[in-house]
């Protein structure tokens, strides 16, 4: 061998140890098995790499805040990677990195959350299974351009699959079923719902604006090619939550959403109506907010197969009901201010349906409607065909979080408005309240939600939130001192 040879071939030795060790620097695989923390491995992890975690029984909570993060289960048969709250713990896993992926647990036994997001962007859930585990299941909040695909999720008191004030977001081939609500869409924008199957929930599919949330609208989604089967159970929802007020044969709900277009879906079965399109005043102890449009526009319920919807309708539409002589309620029931000619809905091959409130609606083939159409840049067409994810081309810009007053408006829309609204309860109670409360006593917030004790009979005991600053806490309880809608 000559020495130049030599030369060459140590240097592809060096090149090849270089490439590698780069490689291994930019994406390290962290292993736990049964009996270690998953926690521990976040915490020794950097951005870019995966989290392996083997079958077997871990309880804990998991805070994910670097970037970058996949954790993947491995299932080996018929054994898991189960994360068990034993009903004590509030959450399982709690992301607000970017570009975080959670894919292959077994979660039960919750109080709280099972996945929720605050406020990371480019997020990946998928091929969860959620059983029994508290108010919400799979929970991204505030988060830009994310998957929700193959979940399994029972038994959960509030949403299953709740995408809460979040944008582009697909939310596919999930099977969700005993829940009170089984996919919400609330104060939200470009979202994608196909191919799930959501049977025996109280309310199956929801696109909702709630009053009182940092962000007031929801529009652009589309609700296309799922089953939406028999959701009759009995609404088990928080006494005095919003959700608690859907009434049990709901398939799908549209409440002030707009731009919602409802298309080759499967709905059957669900005993108070199959599609219910209203505004805010469906629900009766709801507040108004200044900052929002109470009513639908431009909804399209475009072919959908509807059979036996409205075997046992309840409340205001079965009285409605009656005043026509019918015992049964509608396939497709438009309410109070949906009812609206002006507000731009439309219905195809409307003989196809048994209706209540749609009579003034357009056809979507309508030249109005095909205008509309135009000026929402969709495809003049009767289908959406076209449209195959609502996600973003790229990455959206990653959410930094920093320790100031703008940091703080992050925190309170990613963490504190999953649960508290200005003036409408959910699962804790209104800011306005706590504002009469505290008056402009901040120090006294930001020591409360470091280790919160139980206050009131009627709701849950808040989950401390200690994993945030000192400094942090207090920013955010001046900044919910400050809101005024
Ligand atoms: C998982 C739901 C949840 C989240 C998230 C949450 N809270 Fe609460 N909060 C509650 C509940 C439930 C109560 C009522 C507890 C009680 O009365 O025992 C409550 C009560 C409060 C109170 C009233 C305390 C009192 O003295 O009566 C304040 C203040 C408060 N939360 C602030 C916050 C802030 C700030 C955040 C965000 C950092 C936040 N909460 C996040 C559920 C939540």
Redesign the pocket.
């Known amino acids: 061998m000559s020495g130049r040879h030599c030369i060459s071939f140590f240097y592809r030795i060096g090149l090849l140890v270089f490439i590698s060790s780069t490689l291994v620097t930019q994406a390290a695989v962290l292993e736990v098995r049964e009996g270690e923390r998953i926690q521990d491995a976040v915490n020794a992890a950097s951005p870019g790499d995966e989290i392996l975690v083997y079958p077997g029984l871990y309880s804990e909570t998991v805070y994910v805040d670097k970037d970058d993060i996949t954790l993947r289960g491995v299932v080996e048969g018929d054994d898991w990677p189960h994360l068990d709250g034993k009903k004590q713990l509030n959450d399982a896993i709690l992301y607000s990195g970017n570009g975080f992926s959670v894919e292959w647990f077994k979660i039960t036994h919750y109080k709280?959350n099972a996945i929720m997001g605050q406020a990371g962007n480019n997020f990946s859930i998928r091929n969860n299974w959620v059983i029994d585990s508290g108010?919400y299941g799979i929970f991204p909040e505030f988060g830009e351009n994310g998957l929700i695909e193959n979940n399994i999720l029972s038994g959960i008191e509030d949403a299953a699959i709740y995408v809460g004030m979040s944008d582009y977001i697909d939310v596919r081939n999930n099977q969700v079923f005993d829940n009170v609500a089984g996919i919400e869409i609330e104060n939200s924008r470009h979202a994608l719902v196909e191919g799930n199957l959501v049977k025996n929930n109280t309310g199956g599919i929801l696109v909702f604006i709630t009053p009182g949330l940092p962000i007031k609208s929801s529009y652009d989604a589309i609700i296309r090619r799922n089953f939406v089967l028999d959701n009759n159970t009995p609404n088990f929802g928080i006494p005095g939550s919003l959700v608690s007020q859907i009434p049990s044969g709901s398939g799908i709900i549209v409440m002030s959403g707009d731009d919602v277009i409802i298309e080759d879906n499967v709905i059957t079965g669900n005993n108070n109506a199959g599609i219910i399109i209203t505004s805010q005043d469906f629900v009766t102890e709801i507040a108004t907010d200044t900052g929002s449009d109470p009513n639908p526009d431009r909804v399209q319920i475009r072919d959908n197969l509807m059979l036996n919807n409205g075997a046992d309708p309840e409340g205001e539409m079965k009285l409605l009901m009656l005043t026509k002589l019918s015992t049964t309620g509608p396939d497709i029931f438009a309410y109070q201010g949906a009812t609206d000619a002006a507000r731009g809905s439309c219905i195809s091959r409307r003989g196809a349906y048994r209706t209540l409130g749609v009579d003034d609606w357009a056809d979507c083939n309508s030249p109005t409607i095909r205008a509309n159409d135009a000026i929402a840049g969709r495809e003049p067409s009767d289908s959406t065909r076209g449209v195959i994810t609502k996600m973003l081309p790229e990455p959206a810009e990653p959410r930094v979080i920093t320790e100031d007053a703008s940091g703080a408006e992050l925190?309170?829309q990613g963490?504190?408005a999953?649960?508290?609204a200005y003036n409408v309860r959910l699962?804790?109670?209104p800011t306005l309240a706590?504002k009469a409360?505290?008056g402009e006593d901040a120090d006294s917030?930001a020591a409360?939600?470091a280790s919160?004790?139980?206050?009131?009979p009627d709701?849950?005991?808040?989950?401390p939130?200690d994993h945030?600053s000192a400094p942090m806490?207090q920013l955010?309880?001046e900044y919910?001192l400050a809101l005024t809608n």
């Open positions: 709280g108010v925190v309170y963490i504190c999953g649960c508290h699962i804790g109670p706590i409360q505290y917030i409360y939600i919160p004790e139980k206050k009131r709701f849950p005991t808040m989950p939130q945030l806490r955010v309880a919910m």
